[in-house]
């Protein structure tokens, strides 16, 4: 991808006119789901015990398992994260979200005065914790690094947090027991309409952020997809989601007014009552799921590949090639799993869809990692880590 010329000259590596051949480097993924299945249910086990004080450590253990077992060129990725100064992260933001969550009960102004703290803070918490994240994750001994600056971070962040400020603080006026729906619902539903109708330029903006400030030494990359591309993406998949609701209602009416037409239509109660409804059920489940599978898989499949192949600098830049077929035939793989296994199946689901989203992905260089690897050793990395832990420890898995 082609940068703007202040991150040509950081990067530092290729002469203006020159054009390399480029190699292709694929990422690997060695996790086992037997293997995460261990971790997860110790994990889960002392989450419960410790009523969630355990989450830090949990995290931690989760992450250095990921990146141990993403691979390039041979040498995984590791991460650093002290769980104690995560901890002290999570406290900090359990507990805005527990003052939150009292002053709503207290009274609607409460509500809306939580809110509006929320939003005037988010931008800064997730800005130390893209921070967090990067400068404690390394490749080959060479810390990662994030470069925006907080300021970004509330313009970037600032009309997502202005937006949930509205739905969050019109929804505290919100009254469920009244007859009929007032002022306070009538703003909350406009609030919420509003969200949906910008979602994909505030997911835009986010992305851009963060999108554009991924450091590796003194490279830095840059993020070059158009709003258009996001809109598009979200209309698609919105209107596959709504195929699916029409098709549901359809089958609904099919199924009934079939019922309705059968010579002997046995009374409520009865056996052949009770399988009208049971196979009724089974095909709207059916229907429902085919068009949730294929709506969240075209969803995630096409944002994933139009912002990973976006990513990038004149030295280095990704490509993501997920397929749409695979990605949804694992995603009702696991879906069907899940429901069987009530739930046990999910490390080997989350393992396996890690591997295909992250295979899918492909590192392209003009320049071979070696060369890169000794021209940007530097201190920036762990300048940075030891920052962003030392003041906050905040990870929120971004």
Known sequence: MSTTPSSSSASGLLPERAVPSVQVIPLRFTGSGSEYFRIWIVNSLLLVLTLGLYMPWARVRKLRYVYGNTVVQGVPLD????????FRGHAYISVLFMVYLLATNASPVA???????????????????LRFRLAHTSWRGLRFAFTGQTRDAYVAFGPSAVVGALVLGSGAFVNPEADAPGLADMVNSAAVLVAVLLAPWLWHRIKTYQQSHLAYGRLVTRFKAPLRSFY?????????MLLGVALVG???????????GAPAMPSPGEMGSVLVFARLALVVFLVYLLFYVLAT??????MQNLVWTNTGNRSIRFKSRLQLPALAALTAK????????LGLYWPFAFIAMTRLRLEAVHLHTRVPLDALLAHNQGPVGETAGDAAGDIFGADLGL
């Open 79 to 86: 991460f650093h994260g002290d769980p104690r100064k995560m």
């Open 297 to 302: 898989s075209y969803f995630r499949c096409q």
């Open 334 to 341: 696991n879906t069907l799993l899940l429901a069987l296994t």
């Open 232 to 240: 598009g993406v979200v209309l698609k998949a919105g209107g596959l």
């Open 111 to 129: 509500g809306l005065i939580a809110a509006l703290i929320l939003a005037a803070l988010w931008p800064w918490l997730i800005h130390l914790s």
């Open 250 to 260: 359809l089958a609904v009416f099919v199924e009934l007014g079939w019922a309705r």
